[in-house]
């Protein structure tokens, strides 16, 4: 795999300077820095990701322009006005989904912490409907996907909102109603921030992604076929 040495200690300083300064008067002439010390690595990561990618799950490999996501905040619907996000992030989305809606795979760095997950944060009305089916009928290979130790120990529990009460369409006493409840399925962690400028951090991404491929797959799979059904249809 391609070397990763962490990110430079003056991109994390850049941060916590960013943190304390998050205005547009502090932020341009500084730019050129946040372009070298932070975004350029960024850029040598998700590379160094794809590499491996290609081999295990080649329908995540993303151009890094699509994966990392902009510095810049979208305020126009937010009580916080800070024009800067304070860290770095990438998403990696299966090539046939969009990028929020498909389940895919997430890192992000910042002087607080290092973040990796995995899931679907963002499904849409028919998506959610599409995974409570697979559920419904294949809660037991779910469980076996991801109920394991090591799963645990390096993805911890599952995330996402919940409704109070189960879906209609499905029996109250179902024995996947804790799963049929989400409408959000995804994992995450925060490890620790001395691993952003480690050159141990590819390694403790890589290997927690490499444990959520098989979740991540088996949320796809219907996913990735109702798409096709649906582009199928838009040919005929």
Avoid: C
Wanted: proline residues 7%; aromatic residues 12%.
């Amino acid at each position: 795999m391609p070397a990763f040495p962490g990110f430079p200690v003056d991109g994390m300083t850049f941060l916590k300077q960013l943190k304390k300064n998050n205005n547009r008067d502090w932020f341009q002439p500084r730019k050129e820095t946040f372009d070298e010390k932070v975004k350029a690595p960024m850029v040598d990561f998700v590379q160094a990701l794809n590499a491996w990618l290609s081999e295990v799950a080649p329908d995540f490999v993303t151009d890094p322009q699509k994966a990392i996501y902009r510095i810049y905040r979208d305020t126009r619907f937010s009580k916080d006005k800070t024009p800067y996000k304070t860290h770095i992030a990438a998403s990696f989305s299966h090539q046939r989904l969009g990028k929020h809606t498909s389940t895919g795979y997430y890192m992000g760095v910042s002087p607080e912490g290092v973040e990796v997950a995995g899931g679907i944060y963002m499904p849409e009305p028919e998506q959610i409907l599409t995974i409570r089916n697979l559920l419904a009928e294949s809660y037991s290979e779910f469980g076996r996907i991801t109920g394991g130790k090591q799963f645990r120990v390096l993805m911890g529990e599952l995330h996402g909102e919940q409704l109070t009460r189960i879906p209609k369409g499905f029996p109250a006493d179902h024995p996947a109603e804790g799963l049929l409840r989400r409408k959000q399925w995804y994992w995450y962690m925060t490890l620790d921030q001395s691993l952003a400028t480690s050159p141990k951090l590819f390694g403790e991404i890589r290997k927690r992604f490499q444990i959520l491929l098989p979740a991540v797959e088996f949320f796809n799979a219907p996913l990735v076929a109702q798409r096709k059904k649906e582009a199928a249809r838009a040919m005929m």
